[in-house]
């Protein structure tokens, strides 16, 4: 029988998704893929491989966001462009990136066709022109940096309220007049990992239990409430939650190092834990899936709300998830790759060598084609058949 962790190894791992319908693309974390999932049966196909990246590279773009039919991807893992991809006619198109070589954004914004995009680690925005196919950098000497740690945005009409923690500030960016300005954190805030806006106030946590909501003329935030005592950080000196959602007068936190998510109820003032089963986790649990292969010490990833749906992708099981910010109710997709594009095996058993990670059903979707494959030949027999999948599997 296959462990629990083998079959783990073999749902795709990505970072940041786009809705579009019933289906959501993805660059895959295992191989060079753009990869589209359907929602409705969790079939997943290698839908193109990115140009001029090796096969065997994953991640080569983070940030994806969906504009009409186009679907933009931000450089990241070796890649020096954005790349954007036709969906109508299934092409791709280099866009020149002047700023940085690459870098980890899924904050991307929409005003007149054109794309805002902040950059988590510059705190730069570049503004992407999907018409002409051009990019320009849109900065400001004075707040860049090498490592700003953005974290969640907000945005209020046409202005960006970007937290900048390494700077004590509120970088607020207008995309009218495409101008910064800047408000100093309250004293009693030092980090901001989810940030809202509610009821004229932001609400925001950080590094500390602490759930606070303030505004930009005040000294000192006001704290709210506490992360419930029975509710743990998984990893130490990491932020508790990763995203945030206000619907029906309830405040939604999405793990980013917390064992459980949390609903804060405004009216009540009540905090409510959500727990999914197969998720439970440990601080020992989590070490020790780290040294198997597991890719971030986070609870969850690829958190984004879309209407009244949050979605998010668990690192521990690779198993993404969608609320129902309606009911709670909680849908679970555990995605299929079809390991074939082009008519032919993907990603390709390279050097005789195949790892079972790169198959949506281990080697047993190797073995299968090469299967289908030996028999359209004249002259077949269980020997040839053998010798012919052994070359391809390194035990």
């Given at each position: 029988m296959m462990s629990n962790h083998a079959r783990t190894s073999q749902r795709h791992f990505f970072y940041d998704f786009a809705l579009a319908g019933n289906e959501i693309y993805f660059s895959t974390g295992v191989y060079n893929a753009l990869c589209r999932a359907n929602?409705?049966?969790?079939?997943?196909?290698?839908?193109?491989?990115?140009?001029?990246?090796?096969?065997?590279?994953?991640?080569?773009?983070?940030?994806?966001?969906?504009l009409n039919e186009y679907i933009l991807l931000c450089p990241y893992n070796g890649s020096d462009d954005f790349l954007l991809y036709d969906m109508k006619a299934d092409t791709f198109r280099k866009l020149t990136n002047h700023g940085q070589i690459s870098f980890y954004s899924g904050a991307v914004w929409e005003k007149d066709k054109m794309l805002y995009i902040v950059s988590g680690k510059t705190a730069e925005i570049y503004k992407v022109n999907p018409?002409?196919?051009?990019?320009?950098?849109?900065?400001?000497?004075?707040?860049?940096?090498?490592?700003?740690?953005?974290?969640?945005?907000?945005?209020l009409e046409d202005l960006l309220y970007i937290p900048f923690n390494q700077k004590g500030i509120m970088l607020i960016f207008d995309i009218e007049k495409e101008e910064y300005t800047h408000f100093p954190y309250p004293e009693n805030v030092s980090n901001v990992a989810t940030m809202c806006y509610y009821d004229g106030k932001f609400w925001t946590t950080g590094k500390d239990r602490k759930i606070l909501k303030w505004q930009a003329d005040e000294r000192v935030a006001s704290e709210v409430a506490e992360v419930p005592n029975d509710v743990t950080l998984l990893a130490e000196g990491c932020?508790?939650?990763?995203?945030?959602?206000?619907?029906?007068?309830?405040?939604?936190?999405?793990?980013?190092?917390?064992?459980?998510?949390?609903?804060?109820?405004?009216?009540?003032?009540?905090?409510?834990?959500?727990?999914?089963?197969?998720?439970?986790?440990?601080?020992?649990?989590?070490?020790?899936?780290?040294?198997?292969?597991?890719?971030?010490?986070?609870?969850?990833?690829?958190?984004?709300?879309?209407?009244?749906?949050?979605?998010?992708?668990?690192?521990?099981?690779?198993?993404?998830?969608?609320?129902?910010?309606?009911?709670?109710?909680?849908?679970?997709?555990?995605?299929?790759?079809?390991?074939?594009?082009?008519?032919?095996?993907?990603?390709?058993?390279?050097?005789?060598?195949?790892?079972?990670?790169?198959?949506?059903?281990?080697?047993?979707?190797?073995?299968?084609?090469?299967?289908?494959?030996?028999?359209?030949?004249?002259?077949?027999?269980?020997?040839?058949?053998?010798?012919?999948?052994?070359?391809?599997?390194?035990?």
């Open positions: 929602l409705s049966n969790d079939q997943v196909e290698v839908l193109k491989t990115f140009p001029d990246i090796p096969e065997n590279r994953g991640l080569a773009y983070y940030g994806i966001y969906r018409q002409n196919f051009s990019v320009k950098l849109l900065s400001c000497k004075k707040y860049v940096t090498d490592n700003a740690c953005i974290s969640e945005i907000v945005r932020n508790w939650f990763g995203r945030s959602c206000i619907y029906n007068n309830i405040l939604w936190l999405i793990p980013n190092c917390s064992d459980s998510i949390l609903k804060y109820n405004f009216l009540t003032e009540q905090i409510e834990k959500v727990e999914i089963a197969g998720e439970e986790e440990s601080v020992e649990q989590l070490e020790e899936e780290l040294k198997h292969g597991r890719y971030m010490n986070s609870k969850y990833n690829a958190i984004k709300r879309c209407g009244n749906n949050v979605f998010f992708l668990s690192p521990k099981t690779r198993i993404f998830y969608e609320i129902n910010l309606d009911t709670g109710n909680v849908a679970r997709h555990d995605f299929c790759v079809k390991n074939i594009y082009n008519g032919r095996i993907y990603p390709s058993p390279a050097n005789g060598v195949a790892f079972e990670q790169s198959y949506a059903n281990g080697l047993e979707c190797l073995i299968s084609y090469i299967e289908k494959e030996n028999s359209n030949q004249k002259e077949i027999n269980d020997e040839l058949i053998g010798k012919t999948i052994h070359c391809y599997i390194n035990e």
